[in-house]
């Protein structure tokens, strides 16, 4: 009876501390690392808008509608939920995104591009 007590307090209490991480790091996270398309990057490694003869093929491929994402110093990837048109003419650039990240992907509240030492707003336009 006590080892089953026990064993249903170490679940509850590691559900609770799971949900309360989980909670905490939700909102208000800030990736920076490059701008890339997912597509050629998942497929080929591409870290730059110019890959192999294609010159402009990660602008292409997010002005056609494939999803980008963040590719951090780490090396983790981190896909944005924006519409990916509206940053196109900024894969391959530094950038800094902040919003709520979920499962992977970031839906950001603001997004950054690096010029110089500055950081400038990219606009995010309408999303549906």
């Known amino acids: 009876m006590k080892k089953r007590i026990t064993v ?3 679940v509850l209490a590691l559900g609770v501390g799971v949900g309360i991480a989980v909670a905490g790091s939700a909102e208000g996270k800030t ?3 490059t701008l ?8 080929y ?8 003869s294609m010159k402009g093929c990660g602008a ?6 494939n999803p980008v994402g963040v590719l951090t110093a780490e090396g983790k990837y981190v896909t944005l939920a924006v519409a990916a048109p509206a940053v196109a003419d900024h894969i391959g650039h530094t950038v800094r995104a902040t919003g709520d990240l979920k499962e992977g992907v970031l839906l950001p509240k603001k997004l950054e591009m690096k010029e110089g030492n500055a950081w400038k707003e990219i606009k995010l336009g309408p999303t549906m």
């Open 8 to 10: 249903v307090a170490l």
């Open 60 to 65: 292409a491929c997010a002005k056609g509608g």
């Open 45 to 52: 490694g591409a870290k730059t808008n110019d890959h192999g």
């Open 31 to 33: 990736v920076e690392g």
């Open 36 to 43: 890339v398309d997912t597509k050629c990057y998942i497929a």
